[in-house]
């Protein structure tokens, strides 16, 4: 079942198309939507929790129309908002909590929930205190938190590694893929960055202008092609036309060769090749298509 669908889904701000003609359908388990600032991510997000009247078109939640169905899709969603909104004098656990029983949790089950929320996103003794000392990481692990304390079925993160250092934002995507394995949660999750996508996310959704560019499973956008990166140490040139007169097509690509892959013949043929001009190979790589190459078309 789809958990969400978009159909000819337009936003119009007064200057700005923010959405354009949107149809996709995202299944369980962790999606990616990626654009670069501005491309309409937070504008979709928004309509999907009931927040922002579409323009035009429709869109789905859990099978709940987003104009008619706000409060019940809101009750069965998480939502990690972009931007910093956190209140900087009560604590984490003081706010989560809070959240939990906004949710319609009763004080007890909201503390349990809390405590073991904020456990999962890694915040510890760090809970007391006031928020406004935080981090951004430990801010970020917050917002992660309230979006999870009412036991959804589905999340919306909006990049929720911004901001964040190298090892910040290593930690903030391992807990993203364990939202989406361990407990069970599908998640949507935005960035700018496509290439940390890669590793937690199970499908990807790219837009530009509003506009649907491309949406795949994951081992689509990295698939290996039918190309083949070989280096050898000196002597590129004339291995490149012993391959060429083997029939290979071959190109020269920085220090390396880029050759076709005809078949599982095209590998005996290198490495003949190599052997019979005496060269030394140092790489022998077949390419990958990578998130990014989506926008160089
Ligand atoms: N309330 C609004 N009124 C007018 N224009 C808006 C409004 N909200 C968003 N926009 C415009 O719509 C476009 C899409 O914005 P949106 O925030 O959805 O992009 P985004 O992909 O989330 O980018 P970012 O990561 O920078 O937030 C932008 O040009 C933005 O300026």
Redesign the pocket.
């Known amino acids: 079942m789809h958990i969400l669908a978009t159909e000819g889904l337009t936003q119009r ?1 007064p200057t ?1 198309t ?1 959405l354009d003609q949107l149809s996709v359908t995202v299944e369980a388990g962790v999606t990616g939507l990626v ?1 670069a ?7 979709l997000i928004k309509i999907l929790l009931g927040l922002l009247p579409q323009t035009a078109g429709r869109a789905e939640v859990l099978g709940l129309d987003v104009v008619t169905h706000g409060p019940q899709i809101r009750a069965l969603v998480g939502y990690m908002p ?1 931007h910093d909104c956190l209140p900087p004098d009560v604590s984490a656990t003081e706010l989560v909590v809070h959240l939990a029983q906004i949710s319609g949790l009763p004080r007890t089950a909201a503390r349990e929930r809390a405590a073991d929320v904020l456990r999962h996103v890694g915040l510890y003794e760090e809970r007391y205190r006031a928020i406004g000392g935080y981090s951004t990481g430990m801010k970020q692990r917050v917002k992660l938190a309230q979006a999870l304390v009412h036991d959804p079925q589905l999340v919306f993160l909006d ?1 929720p590694t911004n901001g964040l250092d190298p090892q910040g934002r290593d930690e903030m995507l391992t807990l993203i893929r364990r939202i989406g394995t361990e407990f069970g949660i599908s998640v949507l999750v935005t960035s ?1 960055l496509l290439g940390e996508l890669e590793r937690v996310c199970d499908h990807v959704i790219v837009i530009d202008g509003g506009r649907l560019l491309r949406s795949s499973a994951i081992t689509e956008f990295t698939q290996s092609t039918q190309i083949l990166t070989v280096e050898v140490e000196e002597g590129a040139e004339p291995l490149a036309a012993r391959l060429t007169e083997l029939g290979q097509s071959v190109t020269a690509h920085g220090r390396g060769l880029l050759v076709q892959v005809d078949g599982p013949e095209t590998y005996d043929t290198i490495r003949d090749a190599v052997c019979d001009l005496d060269l030394c190979l140092i790489r022998l790589e077949q390419g990958r298509q990578r998130i990014e190459d989506v926008f160089r078309v």
Request: charged share 20%; aromatic share 8%; net charge negative.
């Open positions: 701000f700005v923010a654009g600032n501005g491309a309409g991510k937070s504008t972009e990049e700018h």
